[in-house]
């Protein structure tokens, strides 16, 4: 009843809602059998992407990183409809044995395999926000973010949302850089963009 309550009101204000779901979830069943709760243009439904839309979406993906068909039926059975899962899957294809359980695994083992200094930029980065600034990331992490070069590098992660804001890709891929820190790590940071933020509202220099 939420739930329903909560697409009414998204769609009411003109928020575009999709849900997906893996086939094992309960969830699954609700999306794949629940009536419409709006009959206006506003709101769709979908319990995930059908076999030729996930196959279609993982050739994109994968780009020039040549699949096997055996690898595009382990990808999208493994993903069973989600876009991000599939997207992450292709690019990085194993046998079926070695794929990942869960999107937030596969995002964890991607994040793990950087070079040391994009690891930390990115993991910096998440503490900041969804969406962050780089000047304030210069300024917590001044030996580490000069290099222009990492966020090609980062592309997958994080993605353009200014001339000197950049935000991830999706708020997963935040939560896993956010996870590989520890709770010590995490405070530290957070206090040094505490007192960052504290400087700027006052009008001070930089640290």
């Known amino acids: 009843m939420r739930l329903r309550t909560f697409l009414i009101a998204a769609a009411l204000v003109g928020v575009f809602v999709y849900l997906t779901s893996r086939q094992n979830s309960p969830f699954h069943a609700f999306l794949g059998n629940s009536e419409p709760v709006w009959t206006g243009p506003s709101v769709a439904y979908s319990a995930g992407l059908g076999a030729d839309e996930a196959r279609t979406l993982a050739l994109a993906a994968a780009g020039d990183l040549a699949l096997s068909e055996e690898q595009l039926a382990a990808v999208t059975e493994r993903a069973a409809g989600n876009p991000l899962f599939i997207r992450e899957l292709a690019l990085a294809p194993a046998d079926d044995d070695a794929l990942p359980e869960t999107v937030e695994s596969l995002l964890t083992i991607r994040i793990d395999t950087l070079e040391p200094n994009d690891r930390l930029l990115l993991r910096h980065a998440s503490v900041i926000g969804p969406t962050f ?3 304030l990331l210069a300024e917590i992490l001044p030996d580490e973010a000069t290099d222009p070069g990492q966020w090609v590098r980062l592309a997958d992660f994080v993605d353009w949302a200014g001339p ?8 997963l891929v935040r939560t896993a850089a956010y996870d590989g820190l520890s709770f010590a790590r995490r405070r530290e940071i ?5 007192d960052a933020l504290e400087r700027r509202a006052a009008g001070g220099p930089a640290a």
């Open 133 to 135: 600034d780089l000047d």
């Open 164 to 171: 000197a804001l950049l935000r991830f890709r999706h708020d």
């Open 190 to 194: 957070h206090a040094r963009v505490g």
